[in-house]
């Protein structure tokens, strides 16, 4: 089960977009090592690096809640941890050949969905409310006018 990038996805706040397409991103990599079967070192590495990725996100959106007040804070983090844990619990059976990585790749795809509509659109809401800007915000804004301004150098 692989989800596509579609408008349903999206927060409609750039940054938290960003990441989720980067999580989007990676279960397609998983999924398409799955498909073409390859072995379990390969397997091992993509898991780790969407582990990786998804525990920088909560960080992230963490950090976004943190700069602007959310009143929701320490219940969004402990869904994120409560997420972590049960990630690692599934890493462990499949190494433990008890679980396939088919089913931690419908699980990630079914949380993010499902997350993404409940609760990261409550975050947003209240960031795009906030009249203290956060800092990954501004940050990404520069960063994305860099990356479309013309060059300055003399390349």
């Known amino acids: ?43 091992r590495h993509i898991i780790r690096e969407v582990v990786r990725c998804v525990e920088f996100h909560f960080v992230s959106e963490e950090n976004l809640m943190r700069e602007t007040g959310y009143p929701g804070l320490a219940f969004h983090a402990k869904i994120h941890g409560d997420l972590i844990d049960e990630l690692r619990d599934y890493i462990q059976r499949i190494t433990d050949r008890t679980e396939f990585p088919e089913d931690l790749l419908y699980f990630l795809n079914r949380w993010l969905v499902q997350h993404i509509a409940v609760h990261d659109r409550e975050v947003v809401a209240h960031v795009s409310r906030a009249t203290e800007r956060p800092i990954a915000e501004i940050a990404y804004a520069e960063y994305l006018g860099a990356l479309t301004a013309p060059s300055t150098r003399g390349d």
């Not at 989800?3 to 397409?21: G, K, M, Q, Y």
């Open 1 to 43: 089960m692989y989800i596509h990038w579609n408008r349903s996805l999206e927060t409609d706040h750039p940054l938290v977009d960003a990441e989720h397409r980067l999580l989007v991103l990676l279960f397609r990599k998983l999924d398409i090592a799955i498909k073409t079967q390859q072995p379990d070192p390969v397997l």
